[in-house]
């Protein structure tokens, strides 16, 4: 479904991706694992077209997305939760709801897909007209989260999920996580939290000072001498 | 205490006047981070298009003003596309580039239009009596109800509508909002036009009651750039109620001060608020 293909990317004159391919096929939870400053979020960002690749290319259901702005790769169906949530902090929940809702065809079903988000986390029913800013991080998550579904995507890209959030939350957000992927989504995660992350996805990737040093099924990876010792402190 | 009610009536008019023109820059201010300097004669310039569209071409008043409005929007969305879109993330750039633009834009009106006053015919003539207590002019009523009929479209527009929502969405986080889906050069662009057309809006407005002229421009673009501090940057209410201070202020004190000093009164609030809270009344304050 979606595929990334020996892509380098640079931030001005520093590379930070270094001829990476990965894929994620419908259907799969695939989980990004990597410790802080390997590359993550670059490698997020290009696919979601901020950064763009110097070499390699980028496809989407067989479409090359590459050099795609950020507003249109939203429209053929790739949503994202970025690190740090940034939801429309002055705007009210419904109404950050209803940004994630942005694409015209999105719009038609707006109201089936508030539901059906509120039916995952039902806070944000309750807090519908409340300030986004004045949520608390959870809640923050989960907002982001259901904006990000509002545009109906068949890929979604989580960039660091349980950052700041508690044990209990993280917990609830990964049961709706497994919920959407029952119901069919197709997901990306991008972790530090190795074990949470690993335990509910199906394949892996690691991440190391950009370059993906292995790979394989989240079986596979938990069980792994390297990523025992460097990811779960075990 | 009759005559203090006219002048508090006066400032009341001119008040919300100043909020449309107000909100043309802070709209432009908050989603593009560019100041435009050039916005007094946008306003200007409307005032010219409302009086030549109705005093030369024999176009009916009433149809002037919207279709000079219109003119300074497609002004607004052609300055942002060949001079203003080059220039984003340097906003230094955009800065000596509007600045440049109000000079050169107001030599040109200087050529185009000649330096004297003029003045588009009023809708309306005659007085009303205002409760019995002291008579006010039908045009600035009309005015009055104009501007506030524009500053409840403006609410709507950016409250209740897609394009309204983007434009809040964009000027506060860029990059999320082109994450949902928002194309924000375009916003850019039509945000820019807007701004312009608001500027445009202020000055077909204020025209029958203040004749237009090329050298009153600067004092218009400061006027909006002291009230968008005043209220607080980003903050529509803030143009409002800043808008009102202002125009309540300069009346009252030109009334019972001294006309000479009319426009101090703007400078010295100015510095004020710089000085005391330069977030503004209704701004937030940076973290």
């Known amino acids: 479904m979606l595929e990334v293909k020996e892509i380098n990317v640079f931030r001005g004159d520093a590379q930070i991706l270094w001829g990476l391919t990965m894929k994620v096929e419908r259907g799969e939870i695939v989980t990004v694992l990597g410790a802080n400053g390997s590359g993550k979020t670059t490698l997020v960002e290009s696919i979601l077209g901020v950064h763009h690749p110097k070499k390699g290319r980028i496809t989407f259901l067989d479409t090359e997305?590459?050099?795609k702005p950020s507003f249109h790769i939203t429209r053929i169906g790739i949503s994202c939760v970025?690190?740090?949530?940034?939801?429309?902090?002055?705007?009210?929940?419904?109404?950050?709801?209803?940004?994630?809702?942005?694409?015209?065809?999105?719009?038609?079903?707006?109201?089936?897909?508030v539901e059906?988000?509120?039916?995952?986390?039902?806070?944000?029913?309750?807090?519908?007209?409340?300030?986004?800013?004045?949520?608390?991080?959870?809640?923050?998550?989960?907002?982001?989260?259901?904006?990000?579904?509002?545009?109906k995507p068949t890929l979604l890209l989580i960039d660091e999920l349980s950052l700041g959030l508690s044990p209990k939350i993280t917990k609830e957000i990964y049961g709706a996580?497994?919920?959407?992927?029952?119901?069919?989504?197709?997901?990306?995660?991008?972790?530090?939290?190795?074990?949470?992350?690993?335990r509910h996805s199906d394949r892996g990737y690691v991440l190391e000072t950009g370059r993906i040093t292995l790979q394989g099924t989240s079986q596979e990876l938990l069980g792994n001498e390297h990523i025992r010792k460097a990811y779960l402190g075990m | 205490?009759?005559?203090?009610?006219?002048?508090?009536?006066?400032?009341?008019?001119?008040?919300?006047?100043?909020?449309?023109?107000?909100?043309?820059?802070?709209l432009i201010v908050g989603i593009m981070r560019v100041v435009n300097f050039a916005h007094g004669e946008l306003y200007?310039?409307?005032?010219?298009?409302?009086?030549?569209?109705?005093?030369?071409?024999?176009?009916?008043?009433?149809?002037?003003?919207?279709?000079?409005?219109?003119?300074?929007?497609?002004?607004?969305?052609?300055?942002?596309?060949t001079l203003i879109r080059p220039t984003y993330g340097d906003e230094m750039y955009s800065l000596i580039i509007t600045f440049v633009l109000s000079i050169v834009l107001q030599n040109a009106a200087l050529l185009i239009f000649g330096p004297y006053p003029n003045k588009p015919p009023n809708?309306?003539?005659?007085?009303?009596?205002?409760?019995?207590?002291?008579?006010?002019?039908?045009?600035?009523?009309?005015?009055?109800?104009?501007?506030?009929?524009?500053?409840?479209?403006?609410?709507?527009?950016?409250?209740?509508?897609?394009?309204?929502?983007?434009?809040?969405a964009v000027s506060q986080d860029?990059?999320?909002?082109?994450?949902?889906?928002?194309?924000?050069?375009?916003?850019?662009?039509?945000?820019?036009?807007?701004?312009?057309?608001?500027?445009?809006?202020?000055?077909?407005?204020?025209?029958?009651?203040?004749?237009?002229?090329?050298?009153?421009?600067?004092a218009i673009s400061l006027n909006a750039f002291v009230v968008v501090v005043l209220g607080g940057m980003g903050s529509l209410k803030g143009c409002v109620i800043g808008g009102l201070a202002l125009g309540i202020i300069e009346n009252l004190g030109a009334a019972y001060l001294s006309t000479m000093y009319r426009n101090i009164f703007g400078f010295v609030i100015l510095i004020l608020v710089l000085v005391f809270r330069p977030w503004g009344l209704f701004g937030q304050k940076a973290q």
């Open chain 1, 177 to 198: 996580i497994k919920k959407l992927h029952q119901e069919g989504m197709t997901l990306l995660l991008i972790e530090q939290n190795a074990m949470l992350a690993l």
């Open chain 1, 116 to 151: 059906r988000v509120y039916s995952l986390f039902p806070i944000l029913r309750e807090r519908k007209k409340q300030i986004a800013g004045t949520l608390s991080g959870g809640e923050q998550q989960m907002l982001a989260i259901g904006r990000a579904l509002m545009s």
């Open chain 2, 174 to 218: 860029r990059e999320m909002s082109s994450l949902v889906g928002v194309d924000h050069l375009r916003v850019n662009m039509l945000s820019f036009g807007l701004g312009a057309a608001l500027a445009g809006a202020a000055g077909v407005i204020v025209a029958p009651i203040f004749p237009v002229t090329p050298t009153g421009s600067s």
């Open chain 2, 123 to 168: 809708l309306v003539s005659g007085a009303t009596n205002i409760f019995g207590l002291y008579h006010y002019g039908n045009q600035r009523l009309l005015s009055f109800f104009i501007s506030i009929g524009i500053l409840l479209f403006i609410f709507y527009l950016i409250k209740r509508t897609w394009f309204g929502k983007s434009i809040r």
């Open chain 2, 1 to 26: 205490m009759n005559e203090f009610l006219m002048y508090l009536t006066n400032g009341i008019v001119i008040g919300v006047i100043n909020a449309i023109s107000a909100i043309g820059v802070s």
């Open chain 2, 44 to 81: 200007i310039f409307a005032g010219y298009f409302s009086y030549h569209l109705s005093a030369s071409l024999g176009v009916p008043p009433l149809l002037a003003m919207p279709l000079s409005i219109f003119f300074i929007f497609l002004i607004g969305i052609g300055m942002e596309r």
């Open chain 1, 65 to 67: 997305i590459t050099f």
């Open chain 1, 82 to 113: 970025p690190e740090g949530r940034r939801i429309f902090k002055d705007m009210e929940v419904y109404e950050n709801l209803e940004m994630g809702a942005y694409p015209e065809k999105a719009r038609i079903s707006l109201k089936e897909t």
